[in-house]
């Protein structure tokens, strides 16, 4: 099984900051990388798929790099809305698995 | 509008049975491979089982194998989970999934429902 280790766990941020986070897969998974937000009590929405595609709707101020094993999700200037829980997802096997997540909190 | 509505979660006595079921509309639920994913409570999201548009390729994690039954009527655009012999820790809630596949890309959720919530405990 592919396992998906994303750091920090958390992080305390402030609204104009620049944050990046970053998910490291247990072997070399190509793009097949999708980065999803959750906000409490609600379901999971995806912001990048295949490692650095925007999906549609999601502010440009998100943004995806990287392949192989090591990943970031960058938002460039954090909003009081991007404070949730984001986590990154492998397709390349078909576990499909998650990172363990990474709570983004306001400082 | 994609609609993806969970039902049939609760409270069940370990060792027992529920079916999960999932109401799809606004899209052409044929064209679509479809997954279950769930949350226990407080934790991360646990990728459950997958099935493909027409059913014939069915993927479980390692957790739920030989417990856990997915299956889809494309008919009535629905999608099914049967959980048997389940445990403490299967307590959760679970979601409906969409999923959609990317040249090269692999595969994502696009669209999730809100989810139901099955509780395991005497």
């Known amino acids: 099984d592919i396992q998906m280790t994303q750091s920090p766990s958390s992080l305390s941020a402030s609204v104009g900051d620049r944050v990046t986070i970053t998910c490291r897969a247990s072997?070399?998974?190509?793009?097949?990388l999708n980065w999803y937000q959750q906000k409490p009590g609600k379901a999971p929405k995806v912001l990048i798929y295949?490692?650095?595609s925007l999906h549609s709707g999601v502010p440009s101020r998100f943004s995806g790099s990287g392949s192989g094993t090591d990943f970031t999700l960058t938002i460039s200037r954090l909003q009081p809305e991007d404070f949730a829980t984001y986590y990154c997802?492998?397709?390349?096997?078909?576990?499909?698995?998650f990172g363990q997540g990474t709570k983004l909190e306001i400082k | 509008q994609v609609q993806l509505v969970e039902s049939g979660g609760g409270l069940v006595n370990p060792g027992g049975s529920l079916r999960l079921s999932c109401a799809a509309s606004?899209?052409?639920?044929?064209?679509?491979?479809m997954s279950w994913i769930r949350q226990a409570p407080g934790k991360g999201l646990e990728w459950v089982s997958y099935i493909s548009t027409s059913g014939t390729t069915i993927y479980y994690a390692d957790s739920v194998k030989g417990r856990f039954t997915i299956s889809r009527d494309n008919a009535k655009d629905s999608l099914y989970l049967q959980m048997n012999s389940l445990r403490a820790e299967d307590t959760a809630m679970y979601y409906c999934?969409?999923?959609?596949?990317?040249?090269?890309?692999?595969?994502?959720?696009?669209?999730w429902g809100q989810g139901t919530l099955v509780t395991v405990s005497s």
């Open positions: 999934a969409r999923g959609r596949t990317v040249l090269r890309g692999g595969n994502f959720v696009d669209y």
């Open positions: 606004g899209f052409t639920f044929s064209d679509y491979y």
């Open positions: 295949a490692a650095s």
């Open positions: 997802q492998q397709s390349y096997s078909t576990l499909y698995s």
């Open positions: 072997q070399n998974i190509n793009s097949y």
